[in-house]
Every structure is written in C-alpha cells, then in structure tokens.
C-alpha cells in the first residue's frame, strides 16, 4: 500500500485489515513507470485523440443524415447539430477521413503504452477508498472499454472482417459518444496532474539519459512508480522510442491508402489500398471497393438494354448512347471511402445539374439516386448542392474510357467531397425532389 492510512480516514485497524486482505494481485515492478512517463503519452493522445474525435463526427454530418438515408439511420438522442456538408474543397472528406482512419490507428501504439503505464492502477489495493474514487474508476472502466471497442471495431471494419454480430456504424458511432463523455471527464480531472508530471522532469535531459543512468521517477502519490522496481531492461528514451517507432511503423503501412502515388505500394496490412481492378496500368486500373461480380447484378442488366430514369419531375429515360449524347464534362476528383482509402481520378460524363434540369427540377432540394444493385449500397441521397456543383457528374468515363464494369458501367456518381460510399455505381434511377 503506497498510501498513507490517514489519507483516507480509514480506522487503523480497519486499513490494517484491509491490508492482509490483499489477495495475491500481480505486483507491477518495471522502475519506469511513473507520473512524468504517463503524463507525456497522456499529452500525445489529448492532442491526438480529439483529432480523431472530430474527424468521426464530421464523417456522420458528411453522410447527410438530415436527408434521412445516413447510417446509422437512427441515433436517438446522440443527435448532432447538421449542416449540409459542403463539395469543396474537393479533398475534404479524403481529409477528414483519411486522418480518422490513419491518425486512429498510428494512436494505437500509444494508447497501448499509456494504458501499461497506468496497469498497476487497475490491481490497486483496495480496489476503493472513497466514493470520489468508485466514481473515477467506473469513468475509467467505461474510457478504457470504449476506445478499446473502438479500436477493435474500427480495425475490423477497415479490414472487412464483420465478425461481430452488430452494425458497425450504430456500434462505433454509440461508442463515440461513451468515449467522448469519459474524456472529456478523463482530461477534466487529471489535466492539473498531467501538467504537475510533465513539469516534473525535463523532456530533453530524459532523451539524454542512457540504461545505466536510468532511475525510477519520484512517486507523487498516484500509484504509478513502483515501490519496489527491478533494475532497468531499458531507458526510458528507449521506450520513447519503441513506442514513437511503433506509430511511425503504423503511419508508413497506412498512409499510402490515403495519399496514394509513390506511396500506395507500402499500404501493407489494409485490403483496398494495395488492390486495383484490373492490375493492368490501364484507365480502369485503381482500387475497387465492391466488384461488379460481388455486387451479384446480372450482367445483362448493364448491357445494351440499360437505360436510366429520371423522376421526381418530367418522367424521362436516357440510354447510354442518348447520355453520351448530352454536353459531357471532366472533372479531377477523389473518391475517399469511409474506411480512409482514397483514389484521385479524371472523370468525364453528364452535370447532375443538367440532368436535374431535363427532368424539369432545375434547383432540387435533394435527389435520390438508386442502383441496379440490391443491398445496403443500392440507395444514396445528396443535397441540394451536392446536385448543382458544376462537378457534380454521372460519369461514363474515367481516365478517357468506358468505365469498366467493376467501377460502375454504365453509369455512377461522383460528386466533390462526398463520401465514397454515396458515389453509386450502376445507376438505375435519379429522384429529384422539389423544395
Ligand atoms: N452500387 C454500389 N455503389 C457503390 C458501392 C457498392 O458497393 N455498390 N460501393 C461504394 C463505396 S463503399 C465506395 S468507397 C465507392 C468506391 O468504391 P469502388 O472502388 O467499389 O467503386 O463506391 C460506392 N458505390
Ligand atoms: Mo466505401
């Protein structure tokens, strides 16, 4: 017990009781645990993790929930304040979701290291002593379980390894919110602390101190230095360095989903950020998310009978030969899924707008677009502006050719910023809905 009895008014018999009731919990010996080392993983997850934060948020306004077709469809009282989510500048939501993919998973490490330099906190004995305490330790179960599930869950995801019986979304998106609360509570309480521990050994002599000079830190009192430590295996600027060297690791194997180029080849570990469609160098040839024969549709239903409806307005049906017909306009934009790759791409085809205006709905308020394909990707709404921006396309070409099968023949969506997952491919019908 590292703790004076005084401290918390026990009798003393009692805390001595107490004492000998301890049951044989494992004793934490490593001599670099302490508040200092604690305090600075603290400090790079508190201007790391509400970058995450944000960025997953951001990512449910982006699906434009107020249009009634986001998931999860219904968050209940988790209701955030909207805004229709803008198309430019074009890169943003590439942005904002590559960081919350690349960014949460380069934190990993970090967390891992904060979370075995506070163990001996979770074996403490006795397991309570004030209701203060029962109360920070029941935020505590509920800040390590949540961003845990959301590591867990988040990784699954990005992997496509559904194994867990429940939506993903309705699941991350609920572990948001427990996990925000729980911070923000979390940072509340131990910010004085952790700026006590910062100031409480200087970063630069730390880099400087090899093992044979490595000591254990001074115990403030929080249960993190070891009352009796072993001798060092490794300095503490080591163990910086593992660490640090483990996010880098993380951020060489998952960046090149997302900034693409040179980069691409070394998205080790991720499934979409290596693949490509075709493999032959060809237009066609950048990643592909859902193939043609994944999607099940029949292929007849792409061929030369395909046609596309316009509703909501005048009824009207274009074939693919009376589209190419129409003024066709390019446009260099990215399609960035929601699982942080992204795919910078040249697109040529017909203005949303344009056909917005043939169907007689020339300023819609949303429009509804719906796929050939069944299923959960078979149906995407867009905003009003996502409609009229001048690079807003139902492209039939990209990189100069047909769109090959497996990115959308004859027909998909590409709008700016917009997440990819509403970038419909095999375009069956576009619904225009007047104000
Ligand atoms: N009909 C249909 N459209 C779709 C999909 C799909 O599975 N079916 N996948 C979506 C997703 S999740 C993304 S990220 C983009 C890009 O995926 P792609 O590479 O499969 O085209 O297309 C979107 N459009
Ligand atoms: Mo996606």
């Not at 200092?36 to 993790?49: F, I, K, P």
């Not at 209940?76 to 960081?99: A, E, I, N, S």
């Not at 009207?316 to 009376?322: E, F, G, I, K, T």
């Not at 050939?372 to 001048?390: K, N, R």
Request: proline share 9%.
């Amino acid at each position: 017990m590292s703790r004076s009895e005084q401290d918390y008014g026990f009798p003393a018999p009692l805390w001595r009781f107490i004492g000998r009731a301890r049951p044989p919990l494992p004793r934490w010996r490593s001599p670099l645990r302490g508040p200092w080392l604690t305090s600075v993983l603290g400090l790079a997850l508190l201007v790391g993790l509400p970058i995450v934060i944000i960025t997953g948020l951001l990512s449910y306004i982006a699906y434009g929930p107020q249009l009634g077709y986001a998931i999860p469809p219904d968050v209940g009282v988790l209701k955030l304040p909207v805004f229709d989510w803008p198309t430019r500048p074009v890169w943003l939501y590439r942005l904002t979701q590559g960081l919350h993919v690349g960014l949460g998973l380069v934190l990993v490490p970090i967390v891992l290291a904060k979370l075995w330099s506070v163990i001996p906190k979770l074996f403490a004995w006795p397991p309570v002593r004030s209701l203060a305490e029962a109360l920070e330790r029941v935020s505590l179960l509920l800040l390590v379980g949540s961003i845990l599930f959301q590591i867990v869950t988040g990784v699954l995801n990005i992997q496509y390894d559904y194994v867990f019986g429940f939506s993903f979304y309705a699941a991350h998106y609920t572990g948001a919110w427990i996990f925000i609360g729980a911070f923000v509570a979390h940072v509340a309480i131990k910010l004085p602390i952790m700026l006590r521990g910062l100031r409480s050994r200087s970063l630069r002599a730390e880099l400087r101190t090899p093992l044979a000079r490595t000591r254990p830190e001074h115990d403030d009192g929080n249960d993190l230095v070891a009352p009796d430590p072993v001798p060092p295996t490794l300095s503490r600027r080591g163990l910086l360095a593992v660490v640090g060297g483990g996010a880098l690791l993380v951020a060489a194997l998952v960046s090149g989903q997302s900034v693409g180029g040179v980069l691409r080849p070394t998205s080790f570990l991720l499934p979409r950020g290596r693949t490509i469609a075709g493999g032959d160098g060809g237009p066609n040839d950048f990643p592909v998310n859902r193939t043609f024969a994944a999607s099940g549709i029949d292929p007849a239903a792409t061929g030369d009978g395909w046609w596309l409806e316009l509703a909501g307005g005048r009824p009207v049906r274009l074939d693919r030969a009376a589209l190419a017909g129409m003024a066709q306009h390019t446009a260099v934009l990215p399609i960035a899924c929601v699982e942080g790759w992204s795919t910078v791409q040249t697109w040529s085809g017909v203005r949303l707008r344009d056909l917005a205006a043939l169907a007689g709905v020339p300023e819609p308020a949303a429009a509804l677009v719906r796929s050939i394909e069944q299923g959960p990707f078979a149906q995407a709404a867009l905003t009003s502006g996502q409609v009229l921006d001048p690079d807003s396309l139902l492209a039939l070409h990209v990189n100069g050719a047909d769109l090959s099968p497996d990115h959308g023949f004859p027909a998909r969506v590409i709008v700016p910023a917009l997440p990819g997952v509403h970038c419909t491919k095999w375009v069956r019908t576009i619904e225009f809905r007047s104000a």
